[in-house]
């Protein structure tokens, strides 16, 4: 683990990804705004058991949902000016869609781990391999099942987010 942005830059994800994004979000193609970052590289081998690979795994996610349930208690917590309270409603909501997108079971996300480490070995390692074509995978799930994934997506972290702020956040972040 490296806190150095060059190990982490990615010419396909760090370059070009994010001006083919920034294009389609500026012509209205894209609705949402979109980001890419390089994964973390998980080496199984490092790790002596497979619930060191669980914890990983899981690590990220537990994150996010802890930042939404912080977010959630800010909201909860009233007598914020407007805007302020929409940024912590869009942190609970965005922080709830990522710990939903972590775990969905493509292959370089949190959830593919987790699947793999149900598989039997062989399977389970052509699964793993297949981590290095996350980009396409990403891509390709998002422009083919697009409205599909979205909607699960938004829909379980709508609830997430709901549940930690005790309110409706989609319209929050709307409406305020």
């Known amino acids: ?5 060059k ?7 760090s370059g070009l990804v994010p001006v083919l994004i920034a294009i389609l979000w500026s012509v209205q193609v894209l609705v949402i705004p979109a980001a890419y970052a390089k994964p973390a590289p998980v080496d199984p081998s490092y790790l002596r058991r ?47 869609a990522l ?3 972590h775990l969905l079971p493509i292959p370089g996300l949190d ?18 391999n297949a981590d290095k074509y996350l980009p396409l995978f990403v891509l390709v799930a998002l422009f083919v099942f697009s409205s599909l994934i979205l909607g699960f997506l938004t829909t ?8 930690a702020t005790g309110i409706d956040c989609q319209i929050a972040m709307q409406f305020g």
Do not use: K
């Open 99 to 101: 710990v939903v997108f």
């Open 156 to 163: 379980l972290a709508g609830a997430i987010c709901n549940a």
């Open 7 to 13: 190990a982490w830059f990615e010419p396909f994800g």
């Open 50 to 96: 497979t619930r060191d690979l669980v914890l990983v795994s899981v690590a990220g996610p537990v994150m996010n949902l802890v930042l939404t349930v912080l977010a959630g208690l800010v909201a909860r917590a009233g007598a914020l000016p407007l805007e302020f309270f929409r940024v912590v409603v869009v942190f609970a909501f965005t922080n709830a």
């Open 111 to 128: 959830g593919a781990r987790i699947v793999g480490m149900l598989l039997p070995p062989h399977p389970r390692e052509m699964y793993r």
């Open 1 to 5: 683990m490296t806190l150095n942005p």
